[in-house]
């Protein structure tokens, strides 16, 4: 089985910051594109941020400019920097992986991370 470990979650404040951090295994972490999902209560799984099969980087509207995504191939993380918290950012946020072409037929998900900003 693939293990995703998701790390850095918490309660902030509106305006304040968190970075969460996603580790796994170096065999899938090289053949996966990687990336960031969140869930709110009695809401759909929604993208927050991911690495494309080409590199560059896709982030959902409501966190563009405020979020970003990066990786440390040396340490097997990804990152998920977000800035400038808002209350609608609460949710549980999952590290999320995804079998890059040509097979494209695995994904994986971690177990998540709380992250809540209080009004």
């Known amino acids: 089985q693939v293990q995703l470990v998701e790390s850095g979650g918490g309660l902030v404040q509106p305006g304040e910051s968190l970075r969460l951090s996603c580790v796994a295994p170096k065999s899938i972490f090289s053949v996966y594109a990687m990336g960031w999902y969140r869930q709110a209560p009695g809401k759909q799984r929604e993208l927050v941020a991911m690495f494309t099969s080409g590199g560059s980087t896709n982030y959902a509207e409501d966190v563009k400019g405020r979020f970003a995504i990066s990786r440390d191939n040396a340490k097997n993380t990804v990152y998920l920097q977000m800035n400038s918290l808002k209350p609608e950012d609460t949710a549980v946020y999952y590290c999320?992986?995804?079998?890059?072409?040509?097979?494209?037929?695995?994904?994986?998900w971690g177990r998540g991370t709380q992250v809540s900003v209080s009004s």
């Open positions: 999320y992986a995804r079998e890059l072409p040509p097979r494209a037929q695995y994904q994986y």
